[in-house]
């Protein structure tokens, strides 16, 4: 049982290892979006941006609704978003440790 999780994970963050992925995420964090809406958004071709949604609705970390001829994607998930909350502010907690020893190596290196 453990394995499968462990399995899990690094299937859900391998879906997550891309960064237009995470960039319709983010985006899907403010509310549902249409293809041509993310495609504007990201700033790429809507076959790019269809590839990418459709490895993310494979892993079950996007769903759609459909209205008429409009398919629009939303977060399966509300946790997704916090999830990338914490992954900023990891992020940023590197940064500021290093920036900390940037800092330091320099000032040790002054004669």
Same mark, same amino acid.
């Given at each position: ?14 879906? +997550? ?5 995470? $960039? !319709?995420?983010?985006?899907?964090? *403010? =509310? ?5 809406? /993310? &495609? ?12 990418? +949604? ?5 892993? $079950? !970390?996007?769903?759609?609704?459909? *209205? =008429? ?5 939303? /977060? &399966? ?19 500021? $440790? ?14």
């Amino acid at each position: 049982m453990n394995r499968e999780i462990q399995e899990f994970k690094a299937d859900f963050f391998k879906a +997550l290892s891309h960064p237009l992925r995470i $960039n !319709i995420l983010e985006i899907l964090c *403010d =509310g549902d979006k249409n293809v041509n809406e /993310l &495609q504007s958004l990201c700033g790429v071709g809507g076959a790019v941006i269809s590839q990418q +949604l459709a490895i993310l609705r494979n892993k $079950n !970390i996007v769903k759609t609704r459909k *209205d =008429g001829t409009r398919v629009s994607y939303s /977060l &399966q998930d509300p946790m997704i978003q916090e999830l990338l909350v914490i992954a900023r502010q990891i992020f940023n907690n590197h940064l500021v $440790n290093t920036i900390s020893k940037f800092d330091r190596l320099q000032m040790e290196s002054k004669p």
